[in-house]
């Protein structure tokens, strides 16, 4: 038997499991099968085209900060902070990233709470707003690191 009539079964069942998998999770993406199975996104497209699969519109760019849900209320507490100090100083969101060493990105997250800080962060946010912080934030950063490191 050559090469190519044993590649064949493989690739049938390599696209039996594109589609299943496409057709039974909504949130997977062509991107992510692409990578899984080391294919181009046109070759997922085409294969569930082939199949009679109807497409679905993927977003484009970063996930909306309005769909995301707070991490906790210290996390809520926090985000507010956050907007109150920047307010009353009259910084943009980049001045007052560069103030705490960290990205506008991640900024953008905790005014919603919906970042989880390290604990570097933590101190950074600490010194610059000179607050004191909910002690459920520091305990779960504590708690999260110990179970990295264990």
């Not at 209320?73 to 100083?89: C, E, P, S, V």
Request: charged share 25%.
């Amino acid at each position: 038997m050559s090469a190519s009539h044993a590649s064949k079964p493989l690739i049938a069942k390599r696209n039996e499991e594109i589609i299943l998998t496409y057709e039974n999770d909504t949130q997977v993406t062509f991107q992510y099968l692409a990578q899984k199975h080391g294919i181009s996104v046109r070759s997922i497209k085409q294969i569930l085209r082939n199949a009679g699969v109807t497409l679905r519109r993927e977003p484009f760019g970063r996930p909306s900060l309005l769909r995301l849900k707070p991490l906790s209320k210290g996390h809520i507490w926090l985000g507010h902070r956050l907007d109150i100090y920047m307010a009353t100083h009259h910084d943009s969101m980049q001045e007052f990233a560069r103030k705490v060493n960290i990205s506008t990105h991640r900024l953008g997250l905790a005014r919603y709470g919906a970042h989880d800080f390290t604990l570097s962060e933590l101190q950074s946010l600490y010194s610059v707003l000179k607050i004191s912080l909910p002690q459920e934030l520091i305990d779960g950063v504590v708690v999260a690191k110990e179970k990295a490191c264990n």
